[in-house]
């Protein structure tokens, strides 16, 4: 714990495990996804206890608030005695919707079949009565 109970606010994001790195914490901060208190904030903003603060990873917003300042990285186990979770429950079923959708940003038709598209184009062209060799585009070694 800092002993004037403030920590920049891209510092206490990577060092409560909400980013990977700190620099992704301050790009987040950067682009708008980090508020404290409902105002956006910079990355060298200051957080103190009793703080909220929202970031937005979408399809969710996630909302924490702040237990204790702390600018060194702290151990899973010990995330508890830095920040409480307060994120609705409805953040989690859109985020529980997103997973079960799938591909979130994919357009329909681009880029490569998913799983299930694959399983039905392989059913239609099974299914369809003609030769396997008009669809057959394997490699021509057989020649």
């Excluded at 700190?22 to 901060?29: E, G, I, K, W």
Aim: with cysteine; charged share 30%; hydrophobic share 35%.
């Amino acid at each position: 714990m800092n002993p004037t109970g403030e920590a920049r606010l891209d510092k206490w994001l990577w060092a409560a495990r909400i980013f990977k790195t700190r620099s992704l914490a301050a790009d987040a901060c950067k682009n708008g996804r980090v508020a404290i208190n409902g105002a956006q904030a910079k990355p060298a903003r200051t957080v103190k206890p009793g703080d909220e603060v929202s970031v937005r990873k979408p399809p969710v917003t996630y909302t924490f608030r702040v237990l204790q300042t702390i600018e060194k990285r702290v151990g899973a186990k010990l995330l508890p005695d830095v920040l409480e979770n307060i994120t609705p429950p409805e953040q989690y079923e859109l985020l529980e919707m997103s997973h079960i959708s799938g591909f979130v940003n994919r357009a329909r038709g681009t880029g490569r079949p998913t799983k299930k598209e694959r399983r039905d184009l392989d059913e239609f062209t099974a299914d369809s009565g003609l030769p396997d060799f008009l669809f057959d585009m394997g490699d021509d070694d057989d020649e």
